[in-house]
């Protein structure tokens, strides 16, 4: 589990962290049963601050937009830019915290590196914002939960 700085938990957005507590402490599983309870939790604690604040992420996506947009080429030769690296690997190092805190919490391990799920874990993230703010579909947004909840219990072993 490598990452280039530890998090503490008022890094990670509070209403996320207390969701997987809140589950945790409710739980009567353990395991991958309890992992998959965990990450549901968390994932919909997540949902509603992403969802409160559209113009907020449509600003985000845009602002990354226009700045890789100056750092490729003509060609198509990726010259990736410091500020977008940034940016994703902070989210990267958040959803590190996020699943080792499940993982923790529900008696499992990690089959993969853990940066390696954390990468998926942000990426199906961001597309699944990216497409809310197209159609504003709840339930194609809850139907992607759900499925990245399963996935990336197939990740994991109970300990």
């Not at 940066?115 to 809850?142: C, F, H, I, K």
Request: proline share 3%; glycine share 6%.
């Amino acid at each position: 589990m490598s990452t280039s700085r530890e998090l503490t938990e008022s890094s990670l957005r509070p209403a996320v962290c207390d969701a997987i507590e809140e589950a945790a402490t409710g739980l009567d599983a353990t395991g991958v049963r309890a992992l998959r309870v965990l990450l549901h939790a968390g994932m919909c604690a997540y949902w509603p601050l992403v969802k409160g604040k559209p113009d907020r992420q449509i600003a985000a996506y845009e602002a990354t937009v226009n700045t890789l947009r100056q750092r490729w080429s003509a060609t198509g030769e990726t010259v990736g830019d410091p500020t977008a690296i940034a940016l994703f690997r902070q989210m990267d190092a958040e959803a590190i915290y996020f699943l080792r805190l499940c993982a923790e919490r529900s008696g499992t391990v990690w089959l993969e590196p853990l940066d390696s799920v954390a990468t998926y874990l942000v990426s199906v993230l961001y597309g699944m914002v990216m497409r809310w703010l197209a159609d504003g579909n709840d339930e194609t947004t809850l139907v992607v939960i759900d499925d990245l909840v399963a996935s990336l219990t197939l990740k994991a072993v109970e300990n």
